[in-house]
């Protein structure tokens, strides 16, 4: 079976580049999750307490029998748990509904934090530090933040201890905030990308579907080797074993520099997921 490459993180850690995303928008598929770990060598998993379907993903990973230790587990705090003790409790629960006793990343899932009174910038900062007791107890392996831009990153820089090991972005053809990737690389935090397919709209682009002709490969696959070869971290997700598979299959192939950089003039700035949207709705 194959083994995707690694990224280490500034601790050392090792995180699988190629990812499989969860979610409960478009339904999770607990046969899907267990041919990926079983058949196509998926040992990286992005989940979420937002999702609502970490005790499911336990399941699905106890039905693999994939030793707990080939994987990486990571989920998010949900803003309405921010705050030192609740994030604390926030983990455990994550951890228990996940069926593990740590997790190998842990991550705030947005900046806003919605706490009346409060700044936003004192809820994140009391968070953190909760984030940082739990890396430094080991309940986390790594702890990270996700939709943080590079005013947050500052912030926290000044208020916290450790240096995030990964910021979890928006990032496809559409969506190429490159200013924060360099920003994050520069402050030693991996860049991870999300929605790596646009949510499936990046598929039918014409230049896409070109590439994907001129390679030979799927339009998906050319969405997903541009964020490796871009060295982003990234998590496509799907319900569908067979496209899972190939979802996977982005390691025999390079595309050149010069289709990715026409890949990379795609940016229109376009965003799928608005800060503060889930707040709200979903
Ligand atoms: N941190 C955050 O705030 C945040 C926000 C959004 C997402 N995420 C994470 O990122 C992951 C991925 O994001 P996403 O699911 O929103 O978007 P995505 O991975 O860009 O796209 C998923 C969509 O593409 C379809 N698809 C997948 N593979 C395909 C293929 N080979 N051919 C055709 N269609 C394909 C899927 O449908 P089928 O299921 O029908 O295959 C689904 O509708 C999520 O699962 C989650 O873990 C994080």
Request: hydrophobic share 35%; net charge neutral; aromatic share 10%.
């Amino acid at each position: 079976m194959q083994q995707f490459p690694d990224v280490e993180l500034s601790n050392r850690l090792k995180i699988p580049i190629l990812g499989l995303g969860t979610s409960h928008y478009g339904g999770y598929s607990h046969d899907a999750v267990v041919y990926a770990l079983q058949q196509c060598g998926v040992r990286h998993i992005d989940t979420a307490k937002r999702y609502g379907c970490e005790e499911a993903l336990s399941k699905s990973i106890s039905e693999s029998g994939v030793p707990r230790d080939q994987l990486w587990i990571t989920t998010k705090l949900w803003p309405g748990d921010y705050g030192y003790r609740s994030a604390k409790e926030a983990c455990r629960a994550s951890c228990q509904r996940l069926g593990v006793e740590y997790l190998d990343l842990y991550l705030m899932h947005w900046p806003d934090c919605g706490v009346p009174g409060r700044s936003n910038r004192d809820v994140r900062a009391e968070t953190w530090r909760a984030l940082e007791e739990m890396y430094d107890e080991g309940l986390c392996r790594a702890i990270g933040v996700s939709n943080f831009l590079i005013p947050h990153l500052e912030e926290l820089k000044e208020d916290g201890g450790v240096v995030p090991h990964v910021n979890q972005v928006e990032f496809h053809p559409f969506q190429q905030p490159w200013p924060l990737v360099e920003f994050c690389r520069r402050e030693g935090v991996a860049f991870e990308g999300y929605c790596p397919l646009a949510k499936g709209q990046a598929l039918d682009h014409p230049l896409i579907v070109a590439l994907a002709h001129k390679y030979g490969r799927s339009a998906s696959q050319i969405c997903i080797r541009w964020s490796i070869q871009n060295r982003i971290i990234t998590i496509p997700k799907s319900t569908k074993p067979e496209r899972i598979r190939e979802n996977c299959q982005v390691f025999g192939f390079t595309l050149a520099d010069g289709d990715m950089e026409r890949v990379g003039r795609l940016h229109t700035d376009k965003k799928l997921i608005r800060l503060g949207y889930p707040l709200w709705n979903g």
